[in-house]
């Protein structure tokens, strides 16, 4: 028990976290250096094991936490402020996407990805099959609208469908809030399940240097100096959007509109941003989400409803920055020069069609929902996203970062507007979220909106 303490201690985590990344890298190295085939496997193995146990809490994680989240909201006012608080929300959402597209436009512009030919970059043929049935799967705002409403219910869970799944928890979580008291058994149930969630995913957080090392690891064995090389200009450019948006446009809007500090913001949300990083997942960060968004004195029946919505459709980085730069780098390998038109149809749908970006995948949904409305063609379509494939796991990494630090933006914005930032928890020190020993970060918001 003393070990766990010093482990789940700020310092020791993070000093954990820095080596297993380094550790990983060099482990790849020596694998791809080798061709020692069995070595790249348990590495490969590791980053699996890890990511498929944050994934299978994705789906029970957010249609428990928008439920909860939505009951959270009334012991903040009546039905009014509730609506008040939820426009509010989806308001910022469409600003900061509208400023993140316009960075993501101007730095693809400077940049320019694919201009300079794709070397010896080949799409794989089961990328190619996969993109093409992307396209195929998400070319119409149609398709996409009708894949909003599941035709079954337990399908939508089965399947994994986190779109469907976040729609019926509103409707759900609407209804119940709705019914009052009567559905108080039905909250109380719901508050149970996604704690015990919570906990779970608390422990698997401890995992994490392990994962990471096998993430990491299999990377550089796989892809090695050949993961940037075709699309060098391309994952250049994500980054430097992703980080203008992070450390420029989220300090800007926390200084002016929250009033708080960018350095104390960057303090307590670290913890979070890191593990997105490593993790891929704004879902799997969930939970460290609406914890630093509580550490920062955002009212935690708010934070209970803002950050569960965030998870699943406030992506800055896969669906603003990645999408205008990937339509720019697939025009650019077609041969095709963007007109003024074209760009602002990017822009459209980086603002409207946050809902497209629900879940992992969210940046495949949203890049190929992007090109295809603004009219490129489906071939170079599916062979640029299959290219994008091959530099997926290290431009992920930055996108889903960039991803959740905007989920905790967001509610700490709308919390100061509304009054509900605790400058008093703001100004506190604080544990990372889900490596108290007590447990008591991952229940906080819950019990808060019981």
Not at 207 to 236: E, H, Q
Request: aromatic content about 10%; charged content about 10%.
């Amino acid at each position: 028990m003393s070990f766990l303490r010093t482990y789940t201690k700020p310092s020791v985590f993070a000093a954990a976290v820095i080596g297993s990344l380094v550790a990983g890298a060099l482990l790849g190295a020596l694998a791809r250096a080798t061709e020692t085939a069995w070595l790249t496997e348990v590495l490969d193995q590791l980053g699996s094991v890890f990511t498929t146990l944050l994934q299978i809490a994705v789906i029970p994680l957010v249609f428990t936490a928008i439920i909860v989240g939505i009951n959270s909201l009334r012991r903040l006012g009546g039905g009014r402020t509730a609506a008040r608080l939820g426009g509010k929300t989806v308001l910022w959402f469409a600003i900061t996407s509208f400023i993140a597209v316009l960075i993501g436009i101007v730095v693809g512009l400077i940049f320019n990805p694919g201009s300079g030919g794709l070397g010896d970059a080949q799409a794989t043929a089961e990328n190619t099959e996969k993109a093409a049935g992307s396209v195929e799967s998400w070319g119409s705002w149609t398709a996409f609208i009708e894949g909003i409403v599941p035709s079954n219910f337990i399908a939508a869970f089965a399947e994994g469908e986190t779109l469907q799944v976040l729609f019926l928890a509103l409707v759900i979580g609407a209804a119940a809030y709705s019914l009052g008291d009567r559905a108080k058994p039905f909250v109380d149930f719901t508050t149970s399940v996604f704690e015990i969630i919570q906990r779970y995913l608390g422990w698997i957080v401890r995992l994490a240097p392990i994962g990471i090392l096998g993430l990491i690891g299999a990377a550089v064995a796989n892809y090695g100096d050949s993961l940037f090389r075709p699309l060098l200009s391309a994952t250049v450019a994500v980054y430097v959007g992703s980080l203008l948006v992070l450390f420029a446009v989220y300090p800007i809007l926390l200084r002016v509109f929250a009033k708080v500090s960018p350095g104390r913001f960057f303090g307590k949300a670290w913890t979070a941003i890191q593990f997105a990083f490593v993790s891929q997942s704004s879902g799997a960060t969930l939970p460290l989400t609406r914890q630093t968004a509580v550490n920062l004195g955002v009212d935690p029946g708010y934070a209970a409803f803002a950050t569960p919505l965030a998870s699943a459709t406030k992506m800055d980085g896969c669906a603003a920055v990645f999408p205008a730069i990937g339509a720019i780098f697939i025009a650019n390998i077609s041969g095709v020069s963007l007109s003024f038109g074209q760009y602002v149809g990017i822009v459209v749908v980086a603002v409207l069609g946050a809902f497209a970006t629900a879940g992992t995948t969210g940046w495949l949904t949203a890049l190929t929902l992007t090109t295809t409305v603004i009219g490129l063609d489906a071939e170079q379509v599916a062979l640029g996203i299959a290219l994008i494939y091959s530099v997926n796991p290290i431009m992920d990494m930055m996108r889903t970062a960039t991803n959740v630090a905007g989920q905790i933006v967001v509610p700490t914005v709308v919390a100061r507007s509304e009054g509900l930032l605790d400058d008093d928890v703001l100004n506190t020190p604080s544990t990372p979220p889900l490596l108290s020993d007590t447990g008591e970060a991952a229940k906080a918001p819950a019990h808060a909106g019981g």
